[in-house]
């Protein structure tokens, strides 16, 4: 246990104990006093360190609700397709990385997105076999629900072509789509994997992220990186990791071997759907661009199934919705199971669902209904949502327009979690809460403090921890500094913004979210009082 006693003083502290804040103590690893400049000075003397703020800014740590550490660290360290501007551009990449990893048995890269390329659609085989040099190479989409793959790494999943999702010229989905990720993933070295979640760490940390929601489970990892990434988090300084195991669950057995792999719930990527960029979320009514209405995993008999084992076990569920027909079996079951073991014990529970971004009014009121976090991704918005997004083309602009509706969630009381789906999108919280803040669909915005909330407090929230998340005595020491400009009240609404600007309301400032201003550069992370990141020359 960290027992040091460290007093910072001479900046803004942003604590709903004292709005006006300038200085923090911390002992012990959790905040002990809140206040003023002139109070600071009699804890002076006790303290193993004093820090002089120089006027930054000390806030609460982000916790991001949803990551695959371990992706997300590979993405760091190698191919990363997201920057590509254009198919040409994509395939030039992978051609430099082959040139440069001679000794790579298996290629894997991340993030392309035809939906953004000129060109409108993904590498084909041929195309893929001649940039990898014929090598073996996985390369999922940016939502991980598909992935294009080569003629080598189809040769090392003996009985591929007979499975569902497969297709000889397209991107593969479903069980061809997870047969060829295991192989991918299973080339990947005890040692890969480990400098892999380190740098993801380590990015999360300088971002001022102190804690991560890992979402593992069978589809999209192994226990074996479940199991190490959990490991490292308690041998080596860093951002929390609470994880979550995406594993169905039907009898008291399995909720106890859930517990036995260290995970926080049978949660996260449990998936009910796929996703709309590959055309895998499932809706109630066909895509506007393709003939069908997506794919279903899970239906409400077994979501209030799961649910109902959990409850029962204290054990906390959760799922993988995107569509709105994926959204309406997860509140089906919930009631369902909800009217089986008590909504009482329903609710306490804080079963959670992720990404949820297909909602209607009747969804939202079963959300509040049923104690469910949403646990979203406003950074979805700003890289897919708008009149000519990825969105308006899957869905048609009237549907595209309802998606992600955090006022409405807000307004019914529906507790939400930031996060960012990493490597989907990349981690960055500040530029998180400002898309919230400024939502491509102005009725679904929320004011800066709330997507703050949300992006802090929230996350705490959404793993049962109502003492975190903030600045205030008997907090955790989770906690970043930041250089940043002067700090202001952003609201949707201008009433509101000129109420909490006043100071008689009490209401402590944040950084300008504006787009186009400089987000906040953070200088140090610091997690239950154990300094994670310092930024280098500061």
Same mark, same amino acid.
């Given at each position: ?14 604590? /709903? ?6 200085? !923090? ?29 120089? %006027? ?111 297709? /000889?010229?397209? /991107? !593969? ?58 490991? =490292? ?20 057995? %399995? ?6 792999? %260290? ?6 990527? =449990? ?126 602009? #009237? ?53 703050? +909330? ?20 008997? #907090? ?30 009490? +209401? ?20 239950? %009082? ?9």
């Amino acid at each position: 246990m960290n027992s040091r006693t460290t007093l910072l003083r001479n900046g803004e502290v942003h604590s /709903p104990a004292d709005p006006f804040a300038t200085a !923090l103590l911390v002992e012990g690893g959790h905040i002990s006093w809140v206040g003023s400049e002139g109070a600071a000075d009699s804890f002076v003397a006790g303290a193993d360190e004093v820090v002089d703020l120089e %006027g930054a800014l000390v806030t609460p740590a982000f916790t991001d609700a949803h990551v695959h550490t371990t992706a997300t660290g590979l993405a760091l360290t190698g191919l990363d397709l997201s920057a590509a501007r254009t198919l040409a551009e994509a395939l030039s990449l992978v051609r430099a990385y082959r040139t440069a990893h001679p000794d790579s048995r298996i290629l894997l890269g991340h993030g392309w997105d035809s939906a953004r390329w000129p060109e409108q659609r993904p590498p084909s085989r041929a195309e893929l076999d001649e940039a990898a040099g014929g090598r073996p190479l996985y390369l999922p989409r940016i939502d991980v629900h598909s992935a294009v793959v080569t003629t080598a790494l189809l040769d090392l999943v003996p009985g591929v072509t007979s499975l569902t999702g497969y297709h /000889p010229d397209a /991107p !593969l989905t479903a069980a061809a789509h997870h047969a060829v990720r295991a192989a991918a993933h299973g080339a990947v070295s005890a040692r890969q994997r480990t400098e892999a979640q380190r740098a993801a760490r380590e990015r999360a940390a300088a971002l001022g992220i102190g804690t991560l929601h890992e979402c593992a489970g069978p589809d999209i990892s192994d226990e074996d990186d479940f199991a190490a990434l959990l490991r =490292l988090a308690d041998e080596e300084p860093g951002p929390r990791i609470h994880g979550y195991w995406a594993e169905a669950v039907t009898d008291e057995k %399995g909720a106890r071997r859930i517990r036995e792999l %260290g995970a926080a719930g049978a949660a996260g990527d =449990l998936f009910v759907d796929g996703s709309l960029g590959s055309h895998t979320a499932a809706l109630h009514d066909p895509y506007d661009d393709a003939p069908h209405t997506g794919t279903a995993h899970l239906d409400a008999a077994a979501v209030a199934a799961h649910v109902a084992v959990c409850t029962e076990a204290g054990l906390q569920a959760g799922f993988h919705a995107i569509g709105d027909a994926a959204v309406t079996a997860v509140v089906e079951g919930v009631r369902a199971a909800a009217e089986r073991v008590g909504l009482p014990r329903v609710r306490a529970a804080r079963h959670r669902v992720e990404h949820a971004e297909m909602l209607t009014p009747d969804t939202i009121a079963a959300f509040a209904e049923l104690g469910l976090t949403a646990s979203v991704q406003p950074a979805f918005d700003a890289a897919w949502g708008g009149e000519e997004g990825m969105y308006a083309r899957r869905l048609g602009a #009237a549907r595209a327009r309802t998606l992600n509706p955090y006022a409405a969630l807000l307004r019914a009381g529906v507790p939400l979690a930031f996060g960012s789906d990493s490597p989907v999108t990349p981690l960055d919280p500040w530029g998180t809460v400002r898309a919230a803040a400024f939502h491509r669909t102005p009725e679904h915005r929320i004011s800066v403090r709330a997507g703050f +909330t949300a992006h802090t407090r929230g996350g705490w929230r959404a793993v049962g921890r109502d003492d975190a998340g903030t600045l205030v005595p008997g #907090a955790p020491a989770d906690y970043a500094v930041w250089r940043t400009d002067e700090l202001v009240v952003q609201a949707p609404d201008d009433r509101v913004a000129r109420w909490s600007t006043d100071p008689r309301s009490g +209401t402590p400032g944040l950084p300008d979210l504006t787009p186009g201003r400089p987000l906040p550069v953070c200088l140090r992370t610091v997690v239950a %009082g154990q300094t994670v990141f310092v930024r280098p020359n500061e």
